[in-house]
């Protein structure tokens, strides 16, 4: 799911995600990856199939 999509799910800005998932990231609960979030326990060798979900 990309910022785009999250901000219009829940009706806020894509800054606002953005924000929000750069503060997730610093405490270790997601990672960014290119096309969008993941969660920290569904990455590692599942990366590449979570950053390209959308």
Not at 1 to 27: K, Q, W
Not at 29 to 45: A, I, K, N
Request: hydrophobic share 30%; net charge positive.
């Amino acid at each position: 799911m990309s910022v785009t999509d999250l901000a219009g799910r829940y009706g806020v800005t894509p800054e606002t995600i953005r924000r929000d998932l750069d503060a997730l990231a610093v405490r270790g609960l997601l990672s960014r990856v290119h096309g969008g979030p993941c969660l920290s326990t569904s990455c590692g060798w599942r990366r590449r199939r979570c950053g390209s979900a959308r």
